[in-house]
């Protein structure tokens, strides 16, 4: 059998932690915390819902809400849906939405789906390095705008948007601001207090969790307006019903505590790999950035191969990238985030990203910057 690739794909999902492992298989078996936690008449049901509400009081606290503003979800997706049709089908009428041309397709793919509802969506472009400009969502809005929807950190290209202005204009104009900050935990200070938003989604599978869980903090201001969209027994205060999942709780609560204690020694160290990674790959011939240079994460790096005869494909075996979001490959599109920057298709295609997390170590990018120089290099003498 061929030996595994070197995983370098961080940023579509990452493996689970020892330690978040230990955590979650004490509420799996038989012998530990197996109750429902709906269940409060008995000590079953005390006990799961004891180590729940720990796990919502450490997602919150890396965002820097209060424990009660946590909703449980299946993950970022429905977040993203729960926060945007929660909204719209809480107002009384269709309004205006502000995104980008930039986001997620759980955020697009609803925000289409609101459109054909009678909503109005803008869809912000990126300026020349791939940003939304908080001027440019200033300017978008309008008397009827009723939510701005963006992305913290891109997951194509990790760049960051500057969401605590965005914020602060959104709210002076009596908006809402949901912000997809699923690439976000760990890596930028998320405050949602500090940073006027009012809906944040994110997601324990992007910060060494499991999947199929997440979280849609929902503010005082947007909690009156939000219309559930699961229903059922009336869970998490009527917002999201469903028997909560103890095992992954408890799983993503111990992954974002434990994202909040390594944050400092984790971005240290991960800037050093990247800077190596980035001038390594930055060296050989064609290869460039895509999206902005300074204003990004180091874990994400988004490169252009303009290498006569590179193909994607050949890194494929060695190493395992991307060529285009885990979440877009389903339809094998060029993506949308790359041509929204103004790349043609065939660049958008010679594009990768390469991500970095955790278990990256310094001889995993020296042995990726050789697969690319060996795989460029291939190309570019088989056409002689
Ligand atoms: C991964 C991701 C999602 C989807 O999250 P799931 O938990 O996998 O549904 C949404 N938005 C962004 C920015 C992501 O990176």
């Known amino acids: 059998m061929p030996v595994s690739p070197l995983y370098f794909d961080y940023a579509a999902t990452t493996p689970i932690d020892d330690q978040v492992l230990e955590s979650m298989l004490a509420c799996m078996s038989r012998h530990t915390h197996f109750g429902n936690p709906a269940s409060r008449g008995h000590a079953y049901g005390q006990a799961a819902r004891e180590l729940v509400e720990q796990a919502r009081g450490q997602v919150a606290g890396q965002l820097g809400a209060v ?8 993950g970022a997706t429905e977040s993203n849906n729960l926060a945007l049709k929660g909204i719209c089908h809480g107002m009384d009428k269709p309004g205006h939405l502000v995104t980008s041309q930039l986001e997620h397709k759980a955020v ?3 925000a289409a789906y609101l459109e054909r509802q009678g909503w109005t969506v803008t869809r912000l472009a990126p300026d020349d390095r791939g940003l939304i400009q908080p001027e440019a969502v200033r300017a978008a809005l309008r008397p009827d705008t009723r939510l701005v929807s963006l992305m913290a950190v891109n997951n194509e290209l990790g760049t960051v948007t ?8 959104v709210r002076a104009h009596g908006a809402l601001l949901h912000v997809d900050a699923a690439q976000a935990v760990g890596k930028v200070v998320l405050d949602v207090e500090r940073q006027a938003v009012d809906l944040m989604s994110v997601s324990a599978h992007k910060v060494y969790g499991p999947k199929g869980i997440g979280a849609l903090y929902v503010g005082e201001r947007a909690r009156p307006l939000l219309h559930a969209q699961m229903h059922g027994g009336g869970h998490e205060g009527g917002m999201r019903s469903g028997t909560l999942a103890t095992h992954q709780i408890v799983g993503m609560g111990s992954a974002f505590a434990l994202a909040g204690l390594l944050a400092e020694d984790e971005q240290r160290r991960i800037q050093a790999l990247s800077q190596r990674l980035r001038n390594g790959l930055l060296g050989l011939p064609g290869v460039g950035l895509n999206g902005c240079a300074e204003q990004r994460i180091a874990h994400t790096l988004n490169l252009c191969i303009q290498a006569k005869g590179f193909n994607v494909e050949a890194l494929a075996s060695e190493l395992a990238i991307s ?5 877009n490959s389903a339809s094998n599109a060029a993506s949308h985030v790359l041509l929204a920057l103004g790349m043609g298709e065939q ?3 010679s594009s990768v990203r390469i991500s970095l997390g955790r278990y990256s170590s310094e001889t995993d990018v020296d042995k990726a910057i ?3 120089r060996r795989v460029i290099m291939a190309g570019a003498s088989a056409l002689w």
């Open 323 to 327: 060529s285009t979001s885990a979440c």
């Open 370 to 372: 050789e697969v690319f």
């Open 67 to 74: 424990p009660e503003s946590i909703v449980w979800t299946s």
């Open 162 to 169: 500057d969401f605590a202005r965005i914020g602060h204009y």
């Open 108 to 110: 697009l793919d609803t």
């Open 347 to 349: 660049q958008a295609r």
